[in-house]
């Protein structure tokens, strides 16, 4: 079974973006570029990074009407990257015109409930339930779409993956025993993800801000 880990490379600064994959390249399965990165660097960044010889992972979160994320999804298809996020909340048909103007190897997933927010900051939003009827209600669109997969936290993983048998499940959030959570909340091990049906886990900080971050790749790597 190949790595599923991208390693999510939060950093504005484009060569400490490169140094830190370059260091860890062997004990990662990709790497994950969000919108600091992007922001920071464009196109000329996904291309250095890219270099590198990973699968790229573009997490942009679009979020729009669906012409327009349609758009942007075509803008981004030169870049060839493996996986591409959407938000669920924007809806059926703009899921539909996302993943109609993505490339043929790009999986479109769509972000569900975001794993830094627990049950009262849903309530705050006005949305009802829990975050495992609101990850579930999402997942339900976004297969209805005609994604393949969706990001959630490893707290909702093995329900969705109980549910959606083929999809590809993206799980941030992951921290290894004992580790800073930080402002995540919905939070669990690295290895619990993998075992309760995770396609892909994205680790940032537990790599990125460890003293040491080619140690805690290996030893990420050797819990799975
Ligand atoms: O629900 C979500 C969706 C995306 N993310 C992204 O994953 C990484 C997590 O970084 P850590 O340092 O391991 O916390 C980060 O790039 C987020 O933008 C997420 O955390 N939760």
Known sequence: MSNPVYLAVDL???????????????????????LEFFCAHGHHGVHEIA?????VFLDLKLHDIPNTVAGAMQSIHVLEPS????????????MEDAKAAAGEDCK????????????????????????????MRLAD???AAGLDGIVCSGQEIKSVHDEWKDGFFVVPGLRPGG??????????TPRQARDDGASCLVIGRPISRADDPLA????????L
């Open 12 to 34: 504005p600064q484009l060569d400490a973006a490169k140094a830190l994959c370059e260091k860890v390249k062997g004990h990662i399965g990709g790497v994950k570029l969000g």
């Open 83 to 94: 996986i591409v996020t959407v938000h669920a909340s924007g809806g059926r048909a703009m």
């Open 51 to 55: 270099h590198l010889g990973l699968p």
């Open 141 to 143: 669109l976004a297969h």
């Open 216 to 223: 805690a790749a290996r030893e990420i790597e050797s819990t």
């Open 108 to 135: 479109v997933v769509a972000v569900t409930m975001l794993t830094s927010l627990d049950e009262r900051d849903l309530e705050r939003t006005g949305v009802g339930g829990t975050p495992h009827d609101h990850v």
């Open 179 to 188: 580790k800073a959570t930080g402002d995540q909340k919905r939070v669990v």
